[in-house]
């Protein structure tokens, strides 16, 4: 039976790099740079106008950038975690902190360096057993505590210091997981401050500090200078891109590197009456600007300039998305819930019988999380709170809680519903 070229490209399990590993003498490297508390709309990729981010401004320029990427968690580690593995919190057992559980797990590295990937890891950890090297990371430089000196570019050092070493021989992967931002925003070299001594952030949209705020309060108390402090801290995580991807232009390694770029949870910083993110609030939140974080993907040749993807991706996506983008096959049994976005980032047609769902899934704590590309569900377990429903198109700012209305009981139930089936399959 004669099969069609798209057909048969659909149908392989790494569509597009079949193509492109005929134009590559060798395996494609991988850039992962983690920020730690960072909100998609505090970039200028993404429409902020008052706070300076250029490098990853023309990252996402000159690649391809999710308009909504949404954390599975509120925790930075439990989404450190689900990037690593693809697994969820409750599945890797790491949310708020480490777990022994993840000594178990397969992480991307670990399959890596099984395929002959050199793998180093740079920065914060945060997911127990820092003292030693793990799951495959032969170069292991975690912070741990006693670094000097402002330590985002003790990050960036290290993480230079590898791929000056590196050769267009052999492939690597580096993951530079920066501390920053993170409050209290302290520490930093006085010119990131300077940046925004007198802006007012009127674009903002923070609000008075909410009653239910548990954490934070101290930032809220002067929302404007906390938003400066954020402000720089964003800035200087910024200025350690640069860094990076000139090692990679000076030795000629940038075409065969895919560089991502994500954070590890994203924050209130004000919006809401919160500072921080679904930690910030009492019971815990799960509000947009909390779990949407940057997803910013540069891959010359391979991953289109200037692009703007709609469809909706989870944290819990990126580990088959780089499994089919480096050609490693993930672990089979470990229940992934994620599917990889690979087609899209490419812009490459998704087989007419599997179109993208367009339906995310986070949770904390007692609180649990579905959206579609119109509506979003908050459930909270045990009476701790009230539900909540929002139509996000007529309400982006989850102003109007529509859980008890009428009008949308069918949307409640069917979201409802799919939150079931989402608990039950990936328990």
Not at 84 to 97: A, S, V, W, Y
Not at 303 to 321: K, M, N, Q
Not at 358 to 366: G, I, K, Q
Not at 388 to 401: G, S, V, W
Request: charged share 20%.
């Amino acid at each position: 039976m004669k099969v069609s070229r798209r057909a048969f490209i659909a149908a392989s399990p790494f569509p597009v790099l079949s193509m492109q590993r005929s134009r590559r003498s060798v395996k494609p490297n991988l850039v992962l740079i983690l920020a730690e508390e960072l909100s998609a709309w505090l970039l200028g990729c993404f429409g902020n106008k008052e706070i300076k981010t250029p490098n990853l401004d023309l990252l996402a320029r000159s690649g391809t950038r999710f308009i909504s990427h949404t954390v599975a968690t509120a925790a930075a580690p439990g989404n450190r975690a689900t990037f690593l593995t693809g697994r969820l919190p409750h599945q890797h057992g790491c949310e708020d902190g480490p777990s022994e559980r993840l000594v178990s797990e397969l992480l991307l590295s670990d399959l890596l360096a099984k395929a002959g990937y050199e793998c180093a890891y740079a920065g914060r950890w945060d997911l127990g057993g820092e003292l030693k090297p793990q799951h495959g990371f032969s170069q292991w430089f975690p912070l741990a505590g006693g670094e000097t000196g402002f330590t985002a570019e003790w990050v960036t050092a290290r993480a230079v210091d590898f791929l000056e070493k590196q050769s267009p021989g052999r492939p690597f992967f580096l993951v530079a997981a920066y501390p920053l931002p993170a409050a209290p925003y302290a520490g930093l070299p006085s010119r990131f401050y300077d940046l925004y001594s007198g802006v007012a952030f009127e674009t903002a949209g923070w609000q008075p500090a909410s009653a239910s705020a548990s954490r934070g309060k101290e930032l809220l108390a002067d929302t404007v200078d906390s938003l400066r402090r954020l402000a720089a801290a964003v800035t200087a995580l910024d200025e350690q891109v640069k860094p990076l991807l000139a090692v990679l232009d000076r030795r000629s390694l940038r075409d065969n590197t895919l560089v991502v770029f994500t954070a590890c949870r994203g924050l209130l910083a004000g919006r809401h009456g919160l500072w921080y993110g679904g930690d910030g609030s009492e019971p815990p939140n799960l509000y947009t600007e909390a779990l949407e974080t940057p997803m910013i993907w540069n891959w010359p040749g391979t991953v289109p300039v200037e692009g703007a993807r709609t469809e909706l991706v989870a944290s819990y996506d990126l580990f088959p998305s780089l499994c089919a983008a480096l050609e490693v096959t993930p672990p089979p049994k470990a229940n992934l819930c994620g599917r990889s976005f690979l087609l899209p980032v490419t812009n490459q047609p998704l087989p007419r019988k599997a179109p993208w769902r367009n339906l995310v899934f986070a949770s904390y704590r007692n609180t649990e999380m579905v959206r579609d590309s119109r509506f979003k569900l908050v459930l909270r377990s045990n009476g701790a709170g009230p539900n909540e429903l929002y139509d996000l198109r007529a309400d982006a700012a989850e102003r109007f809680n529509q859980y008890d209305n009428a009008e949308f009981i069918t949307v409640r139930k069917t979201l409802e519903q799919q939150l079931r089936q989402w608990r039950t399959k990936y328990a």
